[in-house]
Nanobody
Framework: QLQASGGGLAQAGGSLRLSCAAA????????MGWFRQAPGKERDVVAT????????YYADSVKGRFTISRDNAKNMVYLRMNSLKPEDTAVYYC??????????????????WGQGTQVTVSS
């Protein structure tokens, strides 16, 4: 089960940190992903991380601004979002799938999804 939280309203240039409680999906052999879906658009990958290796992937649109991380002891995955832009406004979802390599970037690659948390960035 995945529980995403931490969304909210931020001003452009501000920061937010999203959290994903990943109980049951944190053993070696899982990959975690953050996706986002803006109104009228498809759900797209933001960042992924291999639970075992810590290897990460970032979409070009967030490179240098967002950081995905994991806390093994707390079974948590985080998405730190800095320098937010209005185009970052979307519902953000955490997702999980079995695997060790971090490069799973498609919606269909993931089997487990959290409920989504809204992020709104005002200009």
């Amino acid at each position: 089960q995945l529980q995403a939280s931490g969304g909210g309203l931020a001003q452009a240039g501000g920061s937010l940190r999203l959290s994903c409680a990943a109980a049951g999906r944190t053993s070696s052999g899982y990959v975690m992903g953050w996706f986002r879906q803006a109104p009228g658009k498809e759900r797209d990958v933001v960042a992924t991380i291999s639970w075992s290796s810590g290897g990460t992937y970032y979409a070009d649109s967030v490179k240098g601004r967002f950081t995905i991380s994991r806390d093994n002891a707390k079974n948590m995955v985080y998405l730190r979002m800095n320098s937010l832009k209005p185009e970052d406004t979307a519902v953000y979802y955490c997702a999980a799938r079995r695997g060790n390599y971090y490069y799973y970037t498609g919606v269909g690659d993931y089997d487990y999804w959290g409920q989504g948390t809204q992020v709104t960035v005002s200009s």
